[in-house]
């Protein structure tokens, strides 16, 4: 679970590149509260950037990437970049769509699912639900984007910021292991890092007292007045086939992605109704 950072939004990040041949557009990839810094996202983008390219069948250097893992600075360069593709969370795509022309493009299918939950672990016997954390330390790699949690996740029933005492870890499992010696009362974690726990010898010693409804995998994302249908049926079919494709299969199986989907309508209006009442 050490730097678990969702590999398919890098992988998206290097296949989401524009028809246009020049100037090479940039592809922003926002993931708030992830353990990968720029750095190491930088090298791992470009470790695999002539295989997509070739695969895309794109020229080298059409585009350029972005990564951030601070929901702050997304902001900042969805706002200063314009991009024309962007992955995001699904927090940063609610929060921003209507600013910056956002339209979802395509989901990655994972185990199964385009979807997701979050839970709330806490040691067996420990405690009964959440009105019993109340107060109590809550860790986990995911606790930036404290209104997609209110929202969203606990779909209104609480603030975090106030229900808890947050105690927010780059790393999911540094997490666990504290809740395991008893350090944290209880940990955050999604449905990758919550697939991830059978792994880990404590793993027995843990039960969720919160699981949420399914939540929208959040994948590409258009700005609908940078692009036209064209260009974003393109990508779409390229996404598709990869995991078709000899070399691309290889990628997809790399990051556990098994396809990618165009977006269904209607897939986000629950996630967009909760986010709406939240504001009011």
Same mark, same amino acid.
């Given at each position: 679970m050490k730097n678990v950072v969702a590999p398919w939004l890098v992988f998206l990040a290097l296949l989401?590149?524009?028809?246009?041949?020049? /100037? *090479?557009?940039? &592809?922003?990839?926002?993931?708030?509260?992830?353990?990968?810094? +720029?750095?190491?996202?930088?090298?791992?983008?470009?470790?695999?950037?002539r295989v997509v390219e070739r695969v895309g069948q794109w020229k080298s250097g059409t585009f350029e990437s972005a990564f951030t893992s601070r929901a702050d600075e997304c902001r900042k360069l969805l706002a200063e970049r314009? /991009? *024309?593709?962007? &992955?995001t969370s699904l927090?940063?795509?609610?929060?921003?769509? +209507?600013r910056h022309h956002?339209?979802?493009?395509?989901?990655?299918?994972?185990?199964?699912?385009?979807?997701e939950r979050y839970r709330v672990m806490v040691k067996k016997g420990a405690f009964a639900d959440l009105a019993a954390l109340k107060g109590k330390s809550l860790?986990?790699?995911?606790?930036?984007?404290?209104?997609?949690?209110?929202r969203i996740v606990f779909a209104g029933s609480l603030d975090p910021a106030k229900h808890f005492s947050l105690k927010p870890s780059r790393q999911a499992l540094r997490s666990l292991r504290a809740l395991?010696?008893?350090?944290?009362?209880?940990?955050l974690v999604n449905q990758q890092q919550f697939d991830a726990l059978g792994g880990l010898p404590f793993a027995k010693d843990l039960e969720a007292v919160f699981t949420s409804e399914a939540?929208?995998?959040?994948?590409?994302?258009?700005?609908?007045?940078?692009?036209?249908?064209?260009e974003r049926?393109?990508?779409?079919?390229?996404?598709?086939?990869?995991?078709?494709?000899?070399?691309?299969?290889?990628?997809?199986?790399?990051?556990g992605v098994e396809s990618f989907e165009p977006v269904k309508a209607g897939t986000f209006d629950t996630a967009r109704t909760l986010w709406e009442a939240g504001s009011k």
């Open positions: 989401a590149a524009p028809s246009r041949a020049l /100037p *090479a557009q940039p &592809i922003l990839v926002c993931y708030p509260g992830g353990p990968v810094d +720029a750095t190491e996202a930088g090298n791992a983008l470009g470790s695999m950037l314009k /991009p *024309a593709f962007a &992955i927090g940063l795509y609610l929060e921003l769509a +209507a956002l339209v979802p493009v395509v989901q990655p299918r994972i185990k199964g699912q385009t979807a860790g986990g790699s995911v606790l930036e984007e404290t209104e997609f949690l209110r395991a010696k008893g350090e944290l009362d209880a940990v939540i929208p995998l959040m994948g590409l994302v258009a700005d609908e007045k940078a692009t036209n249908a064209s049926e393109r990508l779409t079919r390229a996404l598709q086939g990869m995991c078709q494709d000899a070399e691309g299969k290889k990628l997809c199986e790399l990051f």
